[in-house]
């Protein structure tokens, strides 16, 4: 079957009255929302929602226009009844539901993350380095030196005139303590010097016990810092997997409120194209936001993954025009029953749920 041509949107036309319920034509608009609906060149789009549309006119005996519109603009000719139908699938919400009528859902659509593909060993050596300069792990590499100094100058003070290993004037002295600190801190223990006053084994033993604070600390860090390097190559499926790396979202959408309900804390992207270029630069390690949208502005990437996981699900309908009759409504969604066999966003089959589902889900 070739593919249908798109024509170019109308003129407000008067909206079609009660009489004509039963359309032997349906003008639908289309928007640029993969997989359902994409532009194909020269006027014609494809996509599972053109398809469903095409077997959804052959089982209902009804002809299929298609208008191209951004999808606010098809929304409003919805509500005026300038267009019939939306081939791209929307998910109700109250506001909708007053202007629009729906059918029963049809895909399961929601928030999707992507990441960075593994670029090799060089690439991920540089993640790790990168994870590890962050302000977090600065602090801490702080932190340890400063331990350090302070042991160092400790056991130089006790030992200083009672112990030839560190008696060797205020530079050669504090220098050898600071040997024996760090030599101490990665529990090497070369033996070559050590404290000999009581005063000097005392803070050495709680320099030690310091220590293996210190390092479980600085090795969970860096084992962190790998998990970040590599996580392309893990799934994610939910915010456990989230917390601990760094998530770019659109502010004040629904990925931003998803995640701050499950306090994942984000940075800021003025829309789904900025985070992207936050992942892109490595500024982030993941983006989080509607699957769809972010499968438009990754499309033309290769160097990212967009998980198969969905971390929330809402249901999506095909909307309508208000007026086209209950009766007709009805043949639609048993039209829709019967094409299961068509594929859409998700776990590749149209899902033909009970019209409370989506209501349901909804609340």
Same mark, same amino acid.
Request: charged share 20%; aromatic share 4%.
């Given at each position: 079957?070739?593919?249908?041509?798109?024509?170019?949107?109308?003129?407000?036309?008067?909206?079609?009255?009660?009489? $004509?319920?039963?359309?032997?034509?349906?003008? @639908?608009?289309?928007?640029?929302?993969?997989?359902? %609906?994409?532009?194909?060149?020269?006027?014609?789009?494809?996509?599972?929602?053109?398809?469903?549309?095409?077997?959804?006119?052959?089982?209902?005996?009804?002809?299929?226009?298609?208008?191209?519109?951004?999808?606010?603009?098809?929304?409003?000719?919805?509500?005026?009844?300038?267009?019939?139908? %939306?081939?791209?699938?929307?998910?109700?919400?109250?506001?909708?539901?007053?202007?629009?009528?729906?059918?029963?859902? @049809?895909?399961?659509?929601?928030?999707?993350?992507?990441? /960075?593909?593994?670029?090799?060993?060089?690439?991920?050596?540089?993640?790790?380095?990168?994870?590890?300069?962050?302000?977090?792990?600065?602090?801490?590499?702080?932190?340890?030196?400063?331990?350090?100094?302070?042991?160092? %100058?400790?056991?130089?003070?006790?030992?200083? =005139?009672?112990?030839?290993?560190?008696?060797?004037?205020?530079?050669?002295?504090?220098?050898?303590?600071?040997?024996?600190?760090?030599?101490?801190?990665?529990?090497?223990?070369?033996?070559?010097?050590?404290?000999?006053?009581?005063?000097? /084994?005392?803070?050495?033993?709680?320099?030690?016990?310091?220590?293996?604070?210190?390092?479980?600390?600085?090795?969970?860090?860096?084992?962190? $810092?790998?998990?970040?390097?590599?996580?392309?190559?893990?799934?994610?499926?939910?915010?456990?997997?989230?917390?601990?790396?760094?998530?770019?979202?659109?502010?004040?959408?629904?990925?931003?409120?998803?995640?701050?309900?499950?306090?994942?804390?984000?940075?800021?992207?003025?829309?789904?194209?900025?985070? @992207?270029?936050?992942?892109?630069?490595? $500024?982030?390690?993941? @983006?989080?936001?509607?699957?769809?949208?972010?499968?438009?502005?990754? =499309?033309?990437?290769?160097?990212?993954?967009?998980?198969?996981?969905?971390?929330?699900?809402?249901?999506? %309908?095909?909307?309508?025009?208000?007026?086209?009759?209950?009766?007709?409504? /009805?043949?639609?969604?048993?039209?829709?029953?019967?094409?299961?066999?068509?594929?859409?966003?998700?776990?590749?089959?149209?899902?033909?749920?009970?019209?409370?589902?989506?209501?349901?889900?909804?609340?």
């Amino acid at each position: 079957m070739p593919l249908p041509a798109v024509q170019p949107t109308a003129p407000t036309a008067a909206p079609p009255t009660e009489a $004509a319920s039963d359309p032997t034509l349906l003008r @639908v608009g289309v928007f640029d929302l993969p997989p359902f %609906c994409e532009p194909l060149g020269d006027g014609r789009w494809g996509g599972e929602g053109v398809r469903l549309f095409e077997d959804l006119g052959s089982r209902l005996g009804v002809s299929v226009e298609y208008r191209a519109a951004d999808e606010a603009t098809i929304l409003r000719d919805l509500a005026d009844g300038t267009l019939d139908a %939306c081939a791209s699938p929307i998910v109700p919400s109250s506001d909708l539901l007053g202007t629009v009528d729906f059918s029963h859902p @049809v895909a399961t659509v929601g928030l999707g993350v992507a990441v /960075r593909d593994a670029q090799g060993v060089l690439d991920s050596l540089g993640t790790v380095l990168q994870s590890l300069l962050g302000t977090p792990q600065r602090h801490l590499v702080v932190v340890i030196g400063l331990f350090i100094l302070i042991s160092a %100058c400790g056991v130089w003070l006790a030992e200083r =005139r009672h112990n030839p290993h560190f008696d060797q004037g205020a530079t050669k002295g504090i220098g050898a303590s600071l040997w024996w600190s760090v030599v101490t801190l990665a529990t090497v223990g070369y033996g070559d010097k050590v404290p000999q006053t009581v005063t000097g /084994r005392l803070l050495a033993a709680a320099w030690m016990l310091v220590s293996l604070v210190l390092i479980t600390v600085l090795t969970a860090t860096i084992v962190s $810092a790998i998990t970040v390097g590599s996580l392309a190559t893990r799934a994610i499926h939910s915010a456990s997997d989230l917390r601990g790396i760094r998530v770019a979202a659109p502010r004040g959408g629904e990925a931003a409120d998803w995640l701050a309900a499950n306090d994942v804390p984000i940075v800021g992207a003025g829309s789904v194209e900025d985070a @992207v270029a936050l992942l892109r630069d490595g $500024a982030v390690n993941a @983006v989080v936001a509607p699957q769809d949208e972010l499968a438009i502005a990754i =499309r033309n990437d290769r160097g990212f993954t967009l998980s198969p996981a969905r971390l929330k699900d809402d249901y999506a %309908c095909l909307a309508f025009r208000r007026g086209l009759g209950e009766d007709f409504m /009805r043949r639609v969604d048993a039209a829709l029953l019967d094409a299961r066999g068509a594929t859409a966003r998700g776990d590749g089959t149209v899902r033909a749920l009970p019209r409370d589902a989506a209501q349901k889900d909804e609340r």
